[in-house]
């Protein structure tokens, strides 16, 4: 489980195909070294990944087929920014809202534009995801949890704020990027129980 509170903004140092599937080692900097081992899972850029390999400042990840095919990790380059997080331990302050890091589809944003001193992002969902977007309800973009300001159909508003805008990678989003999306774990589960006849 993870809490959408990105803890480090790591790189990706190298991408290696793997007979159809792809491994990928990712530097960091404020990670503790300590807090992540072989087999721990983490959370980049919305998808939980289990650790293969640790080094002082870095990790090795596989991403299976099926991950490729459902997010966008297998879009990354060498060099490119990706939010890190630890999986929560007991203890742990819950700052933002539950994830698992099973990516529910992956959005583009449409545009990004200043609202006050936040930035202000609108992203297109798929349609499937429609149903699960509310506003004030919760969604996690990219691993980031944020709180839905506004909904038109399978479109959301959501505002960054400067310091999620300097902590995390939404602050240099562009318009037309692609990011991972996972819907608020309550609105998934109640949809499937109003779905299902009891």
Excluded: W
């Excluded at 491994?23 to 081992?37: C, D, H, K, Y």
């Excluded at 998934?188 to 006849?197: D, K, N």
Aim: aromatic fraction near 4%.
């Amino acid at each position: 489980m993870f809490t959408g509170i990105v803890l480090d903004v790591g790189r990706i140092e190298a991408r290696e195909a793997r007979g159809g599937d792809l491994r990928l080692t990712i530097g960091f900097t404020r990670l503790a070294a300590g807090r992540i081992a072989v087999g721990d899972s983490i959370c980049v850029q919305g998808c939980c990944l289990t650790a293969t390999a640790v080094s002082g400042t870095g990790f090795a990840a596989d991403v299976s087929r099926e991950t490729l095919a459902l997010t966008t990790l297998g879009e990354l380059a060498v060099g490119a920014a990706v939010n890190l997080e630890p999986a929560l331990r007991a203890g742990d302050p819950l700052g933002g809202h539950l994830l698992s890091g099973h990516v529910d589809g992956v959005g583009e944003i449409r545009s990004r534009g200043g609202d006050a001193r936040s930035l202000r992002l609108e992203i297109a969902a798929p349609a499937a995801l429609a149903r699960y977007l509310a506003p004030k309800g919760s969604i996690a973009v990219d691993g980031v949890s944020l709180t839905i300001n506004a909904v038109d159909g399978a479109s959301f508003g959501v505002n960054i704020i400067p310091h999620t805008q300097a902590a995390t990678t939404l602050g240099n989003a562009a318009a037309g990027t692609r990011v991972n999306l996972e819907v608020d774990q309550v609105a998934r589960y109640l949809a499937r129980l109003l779905a299902v006849p009891g």
